[in-house]
């Protein structure tokens, strides 16, 4: 930097090295520019991979969630046809069976048990009719079965049909008693048809394979939970030959033949888990057998 004095007049003249700086400054902020530029496209791309990752993610969860709800619509509809067929199958072939035995000896006999055969086979086309009417509903929104017969749109069964199935029960040979205690009242539709179920499938079995004399249906309100059991008599575990000591809806016969494909259990096991519930069924030791139901209840 050089200084000229003329008189009072002073002229300050920069040079090379303040020109440098400045230029170094330049260069600099440029290249803080350019770095932020590229940091900010880097950015960019990141957070547009990340979104198409996010979005596969999500498509991939909405597919499990897709399969997860098929499956379990898939065992809801296998677990209804299991205990609309085998209930009321069972009590047909039980019926035709003393039809049969009784045919030329006792025919009125014989013809009242056919009619119960016949009753069973309208009950079962009834409940599938209702069931299938659910899954494949007309285009036009009117129910297939006509518009006069309207049993395709009757409700599913709960424990306010205890009657007529305990009925059925007792015509096919198992007389049942049934005890209700609490307070009844009315139950979401949900855990209604599970309690009916569980009953309708502990009795069916009672019937097919307890051998026993009779049974007993015992359905208690309580506060929070609903308790559902029954109980049959038939031989002693201590006493019972090996053959006759499988369970009821294992899948083996009293005389120890294939009955089933064991899904009866498994299924109200099923059904009670959804409401949070347990399910314990077990033959007792003094004879027969027991299916102990408790589901919760939430109160509003």
């Known amino acids: 930097m050089t200084r000229l004095s003329a008189g009072t007049a ?4 920069v040079g090379e090295t303040g020109t440098v700086w400045l230029a170094g400054a330049l260069v600099l902020a440029g290249a803080t520019v350019g770095w932020l530029a590229v940091a900010l496209v880097r950015a960019r791309r990141r957070h547009h991979r990340a979104l198409g990752e996010r979005g596969w993610l999500l498509e991939r969860e909405r597919e499990s969630a897709a399969r997860v709800a098929v499956e379990a619509e898939r065992a809801r509809i296998a677990r209804e046809l299991h205990d609309i067929v085998s209930h009321n199958v069972s009590l047909m072939v039980v019926q035709a069976g003393a039809a049969r035995e009784v045919l030329a ?3 009125d006999e014989a013809t009242t048990a056919l009619l119960a055969v016949e ?7 009834t409940e599938l009719r209702h069931l299938l009417g659910l899954l494949a509903p007309a285009q036009d929104g009117e129910d297939e079965t ?5 049993a395709g749109l009757s409700p599913q069964p709960g424990l306010g049909r205890l009657g007529p199935l305990v009925d059925r029960i007792a015509f096919a040979g198992l007389p049942v008693e049934v005890r209700i205690s609490g307070e009844p009242r009315p139950l979401p539709a949900g855990i209604d048809l599970t309690a009916y179920r569980i009953v309708q499938e502990a009795l ?10 009779k049974a007993e249906v015992t359905v208690r309100y309580a506060h929070n939970y609903l308790r559902v059991e029954v109980l049959n008599t038939g031989p002693s575990v201590l006493s019972a030959d090996r053959s006759t000591s499988e369970e009821p809806g294992s899948g083996r016969s009293a005389s120890g033949g294939a009955a089933g494909a064991g899904r009866g259990l498994v299924g109200l096991r099923e059904r009670v888990a959804v409401y949070g519930g347990d399910l314990d069924a077990r033959r007792r030791l003094g004879g027969g057998y027991r299916v102990r139901a408790r589901i919760p209840l939430d109160r509003p």
């Open 10 to 13: 002073k002229v300050v003249v």
């Open 105 to 107: 000896s006792m025919p």
């Open 119 to 125: 009753t069973a086979g309208r009950d079962a086309m």
């Open 146 to 150: 006509g518009v006069g017969d309207r």
């Open 204 to 213: 069916t079995n009672a019937l097919r394979h307890g051998g026993g004399e």
